[in-house]
């Protein structure tokens, strides 16, 4: 079973309507992170959460939200779904209680495939 | 934060070793550098990471000058399934402040 999940893989809607990824872990991460990417580009940080009553925005956080409901579970909504939404959203989580040598490594969840019409 | 940067794209041909080289001048003490490689339509994979002098594991090698201003991660004996894109990451993410930031990364093809 995959550690990282992202639920949906794949969704589809309108201009204007409110949608909810979710992303749950089983790795027993403290810390959690949500990314979008575009065509050609890397990946751009949407919001963090370092614990569960820790969230901090990313670069690019106007027009999402995201709630970390539990420490396995991070999600991130869009309010009002516009086009320029449209992108390959990415999960990860990462442990800050490791050692040093892998404090810095992420793990990432399969994407949900977002079309924004 | 520490800057990077990476050529946007290189090519290889298989069977032979690929370096990719990360410019970071402004690399601070704390900070350590990773390498994640992504393949399309996935999400990006840890590789390597160090310190400071060489590291090595069965993926890759990461070399490291005394000054850490660059870091160059070697590929030996490429395959076409190492055909994907190179991020290059300089950060302490065990500190508050540390942001994880990708970049465009390098797109490495490897042809027959």
């Known amino acids: 079973d995959a550690d990282v999940t992202q639920t949906p893989r794949n969704r589809i809607t309108k201009t204007g309507k409110r949608i909810m990824l979710e992303c749950s872990q089983t790795?027993?991460?403290?810390?959690m992170y949500w990314y979008r990417q575009d065509p050609g580009l890397g990946l751009r940080l949407i919001y963090y959460?370092?614990?569960?009553?820790?969230?901090n925005k990313g670069e690019i956080s106007d027009g999402y939200s995201v709630s970390r409901q539990a420490q396995a579970k991070f999600s991130l909504s869009l309010e009002s779904a516009i086009p320029n939404q449209t992108a390959l959203y990415f999960c990860?989580?990462?442990?800050?209680?490791?050692?040093?040598?892998?404090?810095?490594?992420?793990?990432f969840g399969p994407g949900t495939r977002l079309t924004v019409l | 934060l520490a800057k990077t940067t990476q050529p946007i794209s290189m090519d290889s041909y298989e069977g032979q070793e690929v370096n990719i080289t990360c410019s970071h001048n402004?690399?601070?003490?704390?900070?350590?550098i990773t390498w994640y490689q992504q393949f399309p339509s996935q999400g990006p994979r840890f590789i390597i990471q160090?310190?400071?002098t060489k590291v090595t594991n069965e993926v890759a090698s990461l070399f490291i000058p005394a000054d850490r201003k660059s870091s160059t991660l070697s590929l030996p004996r490429v395959s076409l399934s190492d055909t994907a894109v190179y991020y290059c990451?300089?950060?302490?993410?065990?500190?508050?402040?540390?942001?994880?930031?990708f970049g465009r990364g390098t797109s490495l093809i490897v042809h027959p």
């Open positions: 990451l300089v950060g302490d993410i065990r500190g508050g402040s540390y942001i994880p930031t």
């Open positions: 790795k027993g991460h403290d810390r």
């Open positions: 990860a989580t990462s442990d800050s209680e490791r050692g040093y040598l892998k404090g810095n490594e992420q793990f």
């Open positions: 402004n690399i601070a003490t704390n900070d350590y």
């Open positions: 959460s370092f614990d569960v009553k820790d969230i």
């Open positions: 160090g310190y400071k």
